[in-house]
């Protein structure tokens, strides 16, 4: 079922809620999205941002799409902005969602989910601290989406101190430690290129373009 509700308070804040999952939404109101002037996705769900990606590709990226996610104990945070040129999200993405690109490596399965004794519920064991650094980072990026729009997709990629990924258990990646060898105390972000890699998604778009 699918319900609307609007909220319009002060400050030119207009909010709205859908009562529904995404694929609902591009199936059967797209408009919303079509209008928006930037499209913030943090669902954490593959099949959802999958989705979107492929409806982006489909309409020409009309406008910017930020995805944003954490890996575990919020030790790094990943933005993503993909705009009418570069990669699409799926080129650095696997086909079950994990990303190419990963900070930290815990050895010792220490990114493994906890669970709640005698109950279902799984949590990942941090909290607004840890998580503020992610999400001011994923808030920056969308003001530059929104004034000053990147001309090719970019990521965006926060990492906590050297300190605290060792004493939870985990180590940097060779994948990051390609990159950034030096040595960095505190928090730190760096701005890294989504290039286009012609993937299932983009490629696939680009033949419907072309036929
Ligand atoms: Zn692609």
Same mark, same amino acid.
């Given at each position: 079922?699918?319900?609307?509700?609007?909220?319009?308070?002060?400050? &030119? *804040?207009?909010?709205?809620?859908?009562?529904?999952? *995404?694929?609902?939404?591009?199936? &059967?109101?797209?408009?919303? *999205?079509?209008?928006?002037?930037?499209?913030?996705?943090? +669902?954490?769900?593959?099949?959802?941002?999958?989705?979107? &990606?492929?409806?982006?590709?489909?309409?020409?990226?009309?406008?910017?799409?930020?995805?944003?996610? +954490?890996?575990?104990?919020?030790?790094?945070?990943?933005?993503?902005?993909?705009?009418?040129?570069?990669?699409?999200?799926?080129?650095?993405?696997?086909?079950?969602?994990?990303?190419?690109?990963?900070?930290?490596?815990?050895?010792?399965?220490?990114?493994?989910?906890?669970?709640?004794?005698?109950?279902?519920?799984?949590?990942?064991?941090?909290?607004?601290?840890?998580? &503020?650094?992610?999400?001011?980072?994923?808030?920056?990026?969308?003001?530059?989406?929104?004034?000053?729009?990147?001309?090719?997709?970019?990521?965006?990629?926060?990492?906590?101190?050297?300190?605290?990924?060792?004493? *939870?258990?985990?180590?940097?990646?060779?994948?990051?430690?390609?990159?950034?060898?030096?040595?960095?105390?505190?928090?730190?972000?760096?701005?890294?290129?989504?290039?286009?890699?012609?993937? +299932?998604?983009?490629?696939?778009?680009?033949?419907?373009?072309?036929?």
């Amino acid at each position: 079922m699918r319900q609307t509700q609007t909220c319009t308070p002060k400050h &030119n *804040l207009r909010v709205e809620r859908r009562v529904c999952d *995404l694929h609902y939404v591009l199936a &059967n109101d797209p408009d919303l *999205l079509e209008t928006a002037d930037l499209i913030v996705a943090t +669902t954490g769900s593959w099949a959802a941002e999958n989705s979107l &990606n492929r409806w982006h590709l489909a309409q020409g990226r009309g406008q910017p799409i930020l995805y944003g996610w +954490t890996e575990a104990h919020a030790c790094a945070g990943h933005g993503v902005a993909i705009t009418g040129e570069g990669g699409c999200l799926q080129c650095h993405i696997g086909r079950t969602g994990a990303p190419a690109f990963k900070v930290v490596d815990w050895p010792d399965g220490g990114d493994a989910n906890q669970e709640e004794p005698a109950c279902g519920a799984h949590y990942q064991p941090y909290g607004p601290v840890e998580l &503020n650094y992610v999400t001011a980072m994923l808030s920056e990026l969308a003001l530059d989406c929104l004034l000053t729009p990147p001309l090719q997709s970019l990521s965006r990629v926060l990492v906590t101190s050297a300190k605290r990924i060792v004493d *939870l258990g985990g180590r940097l990646s060779e994948a990051w430690l390609s990159e950034y060898v030096e040595h960095h105390s505190g928090v730190r972000t760096v701005d890294r290129p989504w290039s286009k890699l012609h993937c +299932t998604a983009c490629g696939e778009a680009r033949a419907d373009e072309a036929a």
